[in-house]
C-alpha cells in the first residue's frame, strides 16, 4: 500500500478510481491483459453497492450480465449450493470481491478522495488525492491511462470533461419522461395535509416538504433524485444488534408517515412501506417504497459538488433519518401495531459491517454527475427507437428514476402533499449501450474512461444504472486500457469495441475459462408447426411459437469432456407451455415443469439443471 503523506509519486499502467464493482472489474481485467494497476477508492470499504447493501439485485434481464459481473454471480451461487445467485449478504460479495483484488498486480488505496488532477494537453498526467486518519494527506499517482469508476465522477470533472447533473429537459432529446413527472408511483394519495398545524399554512410545512412550486411535465431541473440505503438487518435473536435511539432522533420528521397511515387505513402491510426483501440466512435488503420511506427526497442536492465535509455531514442525516425511521416504527405507539410489532423484531446483524458499527457506510448515490461524451444514450435507446453503435455492454432495465423534491400542490381547492419525479417506464428489449458513452469528447481528454457517471440522459440513466451493468462496463474500460496499450494507440477514443467484444466473447473471466455454449431457437432446426417470433418471455430476444412438433439442438463443443446441461425456465408466462421434455443422443429424457422451477430475486427465470 502506498504510504500516507508520502511526496513519491506513484506510478502505474493504470490509475482506477473509485470503489464500485466497476473499478475492481476494470483493474482485474487490465492486470489479466497484463496492465499494472492501482484503485483508489474515497472509501474505505471496496464494492460500492454490491458489498454496501444492494443484494437483491436489480438486473432487468439477467441474460444480458456477462465477463466477470456473470462470473461474480456464479461464484455467488457456488457459495449458496446454485449455479447462479442474484441474492446475497454484503459479506458474502466482499468476500468475493476481495478475492479478485488479491494479486501483487492489483494495489489498492482506501479512503482518500479525489483532489484535483494535472493535464498536459488533453491527456491527465498525475492525479493527487488526500485522505489518511486527518484526512490531510495527500498521495499523487502517475499513470499513461484513467478510469473513472466512482459514483460521483469526481476525477472526470477534475479532469475538466463535459458532464451534466440534473434532469433535461424533454425537448432536448426528444424524450418523454425525463425533467418534472408528477406521476403515481411512490405517492402520497391526494388529501394528505402538508402543514404542521393542518389547515393552517401560518404553522409552516413539515419536515421534508419543499417551498418550490410546480413546474409543467418534462421541463429539465438541477434536480437529484433520492438516495437511501439499502438495508441489511436480521431477525436472528443470537446475530442481532437491536436498533437503538438515535443521538439526534426527532419524532416530528416521521409526521407525514403518521398521515400516510390515516390515509390509508386500508394499507397495514409492511410491503406498503418499504421493499422488505429477504437474503439469505435471515437477513435483509430493505428498500423504499410508498410516500413516506427510506428515500430521504431532496435532501442531496449539495452533494454532487460539495467538498468532502459537505458530503460527510449528508451522509450522516441520511444515516440518521434511516436509524431514526427504523426506530419509529418500530417503537413509537402512534404507528399501527401490525407494523410496530414486526419491525420492533429486526436488528443489525452482528457478522455484517463488522468495521464500522454493522451499518453500511455507502450511501446509495443513485446519480449525480454523468458524462457528456462522444455519444449520449437517451430514451430512445431504451425505447429500441435507435441502437446505439460501438455497443460494449448492454442494459435492460425499466427507466427507473426515484423522486426528485417534495412539495405542495393545490387540488380541488385543497393544499395537499405530493412526491415528484418518480418514474418506472417499461422501454423495449435489451439494448447496447455504446463504448462512446464512456469516452469523453476528444478534444477534452484524450486517455480516461467513465464507466459508471456515463454518458447519458437523467431517464436513460435509470435504465443503465443497475451494478452488473456498471461491473460489465468496467470490465470493457479495462479491456480498452489493455488493447490501447497493445495496439500502441495514443488515445481511447480509438479503441474498437468490436475487439473489446471478441475478448469477452471468446474468453470471457480472461483466464482461460472456456464461455458457455448457448443453444438457442435461433440456430435449432425445428420441425412441425413452429416460428420464431419476438419475445422477452425466454431466452434471448426471440421464441420459438407453436404447438406441435419437436425441436433438435445440436451443439459444437470444443473439447471432448462433461459438460453440465441447463435449461432456461421462465414464470409467469401463461402464453407459454409450463412443461418441456428433453430427450438426450443417448436416449435419456427429462421432464420439466417451470412450476418446480425455484427462482429468486427480481428476476422470473433461472437456469434448471438437467
Not at 356 to 379: A, I
Request: net charge negative; proline share 5%; aromatic share 10%.
Amino acid at each position: 500500500a502506498a504510504t500516507a503523506g508520502s511526496a513519491a509519486v506513484h506510478s502505474a499502467d493504470l490509475v482506477v478510481y473509485g470503489s464500485s464493482p466497476a473499478a475492481i472489474s476494470a483493474a482485474v481485467q487490465a492486470k489479466r491483459m497484463g496492465k499494472r494497476a492501482v484503485i483508489v477508492s474515497p472509501e474505505t470499504r471496496i464494492g460500492g453497492m454490491t458489498t454496501g447493501g444492494l443484494g437483491s439485485t436489480d438486473i432487468g434481464n439477467k441474460q444480458v450480465v456477462k465477463g466477470v459481473a456473470l462470473q461474480f454471480f456464479r461464484r455467488l451461487g457456488a457459495r449458496y449450493g446454485t449455479l447462479e445467485s442474484w441474492v446475497f449478504e454484503p459479506s458474502a460479495a466482499k468476500e468475493i470481491l476481495d478475492g479478485y483484488l488479491d494479486n501483487p498486480h492489483i494495489k489498492v488505496v482506501t479512503g482518500y478522495h479525489f483532489c484535483d488532477a494535472v493535464k498536459e494537453g488533453t491527456d491527465i498526467r498525475t492525479i493527487r488525492v488526500a485522505g489518511g486518519e486527518n484526512s490531510l494527506d495527500t498521495l499523487t499517482f502517475k499513470a499513461k491511462w484513467f478510469i473513472d469508476a466512482s459514483y460521483e465522477g469526481d476525477l472526470m470533472a477534475g479532469a475538466g470533461v463535459s458532464y451534466r447533473t440534473g434532469r433535461e429537459d424533454n425537448s432536448e432529446y426528444g424524450e418523454t419522461w425525463d425533467g418534472v413527472q408528477l406521476l403515481d408511483g411512490h405517492q402520497f394519495p391526494d388529501g394528505v395535509d402538508p402543514f404542521v398545524e393542518p389547515g393552517n399554512p401560518e404553522s409552516g410545512l413539515l419536515w421534508g416538504i419543499s417551498t418550490q412550486k410546480l413546474y409543467p411535465d418534462g421541463t429539465g431541473d438541477a434536480l437529484i433524485q433520492a438516495y437511501n440505503y439499502r438495508i441489511c438487518l436480521t431477525d436472528s435473536v443470537e446475530n442481532m444488534i437491536p436498533i437503538a435511539k438515535p443521538d439526534n432522533y426527532d419524532p416530528s420528521k416521521y409526521e407525514l408517515l403518521l398521515r400516510l397511515y390515516d390515509a390509508q387505513k386500508e394499507k397495514r402491510n409492511l410491503n406498503d412501506y418499504f421493499i422488505w426483501s429477504r437474503m439469505p440466512n435471515r437477513k435483509t435488503d430493505i428498500n423504499n417504497r410508498g410516500g413516506f420511506s427510506t428515500d430521504m427526497i431532496g435532501m442531496n442536492y449539495d452533494y454532487v459538488e460539495g467538498s468532502w465535509e459537505q458530503r460527510e455531514e449528508i451522509i450522516k442525516a441520511h444515516k440518521d433519518y434511516t436509524l431514526g425511521l427504523l426506530y419509529f416504527v418500530g417503537n413509537d405507539p402512534r404507528v399501527p401495531e401490525e407494523l410496530r410489532s414486526f419491525v420492533a423484531k429486526w436488528g443489525l446483524p452482528k457478522d455484517e459491517y463488522t468495521e464500522c458499527g454493522h451499518w453500511t457506510p455507502q450511501l446509495y448515490v443513485r446519480e449525480c454527475r454523468r458524462l457528456v461524451g462522444e455519444y449520449v444514450s437517451t430514451q430512445a435507446d431504451c425505447d429500441n427507437k435507435v441502437i446505439a453503435p460501438n455497443g460494449i455492454a448492454m442494459a435492460a432495465y425499466t427507466m427507473d428514476s426515484h423522486n426528485c423534491q417534495r412539495i405542495v400542490i393545490e387540488k380541488d381547492g385543497r393544499k395537499m402533499v405530493k412526491n415528484e419525479g418518480n418514474a418506472e417506464i417499461h422501454g423495449g428489449l435489451p439494448y447496447p449501450i455504446s463504448y462512446k458513452s464512456l469516452t469523453p469528447k476528444r478534444e477534452e481528454c484524450t486517455n480516461l474512461l467513465v464507466p459508471v457517471c456515463c454518458s447519458a440522459s437523467h431517464i436513460a440513466y435509470g435504465s443503465i444504472r443497475m451494478e452488473p451493468v456498471f461491473m460489465c462496463m468496467g470490465q470493457a474500460a479495462g479491456l480498452a486500457v489493455a488493447l490501447a496499450e497493445k495496439q500502441g494507440l495514443k488515445t481511447l477514443q480509438e479503441v474498437d469495441s468490436d475487439d473489446i467484444n471478441a475478448i469477452v466473447t471468446a474468453d470471457p473471466y480472461l483466464d482461460g475459462t472456456a464461455p458457455d455454449i448457448i443453444i438457442d431457437d435461433d440456430t435449432a432446426v425445428y420441425e412441425g408447426e413452429w416460428e420464431i417470433v419476438k419475445s422477452t418471455r425466454g431466452f434471448g430476444p426471440t421464441a420459438l411459437a407453436g404447438s406441435k412438433g419437436s425441436v433438435p439442438y445440436s451443439a459444437t463443443v470444443p473439447q471432448d469432456g462433461e459438460y453440465e446441461v441447463y435449461t432456461y425456465q421462465r414464470l409467469h408466462a401463461p402464453d407459454m407451455n409450463p412443461v418441456s421434455e428433453f430427450t438426450f443422443a443417448d436416449g435419456s429424457q427429462v421432464r420439466v415443469n417451470v412450476n418446480d422451477v425455484v427462482v429468486v430475486g427480481q428476476t422470473s427465470s433461472a437456469w434448471h439443471h438437467l
